[in-house]
Nanobody, 124 residues
Framework: QERLVESGGGLVQPGGSLRLSCVGS????????MGWFRQASGKEREFVAA????????DYGDSVQGRFTTSRDDAKNTVYLQMNNLKSEDTAIYYC?????????????????WGQGTQVTVSS
């Protein structure tokens, strides 16, 4: 009931933008905190962004603050990650994840449900 599918990744030049989407199969999508994480080749998994069901409650990793924005459309069971001013350092596989409780939203171990990931490559 909690399958997550990411989409929207691809190749983009530095300074460009992409919007990732994550669709959840669960009918109670609005009850979940939705997070975004990424993992570059040879690197540890890194927190990117998270959004709860509470209005205006979002978190962002330091490396993406001011450039990325996450939002959700619960009617569509979808969370988005708008990525602007992309840098080569943003190249990674991006994962969406879901959890029930609205705390420790930046910690990957707190999430129980994960998507398969979508590749984002920023290169000239």
């Amino acid at each position: 009931q909690e399958r997550l599918v990411e989409s929207g990744g691809g190749l983009v030049q530095p300074g460009g933008s992409l919007r990732l989407s994550c669709v959840g199969s669960m009918g109670t999508f609005s009850d979940y905190v939705m997070g975004w994480f990424r993992q570059a080749s040879g690197k540890e998994r890194e927190f990117v962004a998270a959004i709860s069901w509470r209005r205006g409650h979002t978190d962002y990793g330091d490396s993406v603050q001011g450039r990325f924005t996450t939002s959700r459309d619960d009617a569509k069971n979808t969370v988005y990650l708008q990525m602007n001013n992309l840098k080569s350092e943003d190249t990674a596989i991006y994962y969406c994840a879901a959890k029930r409780h609205d705390y420790y939203n930046t910690i990957d171990q707190e999430y129980n449900n994960w998507g398969q990931g979508t590749q984002v490559t920023v290169s000239s």
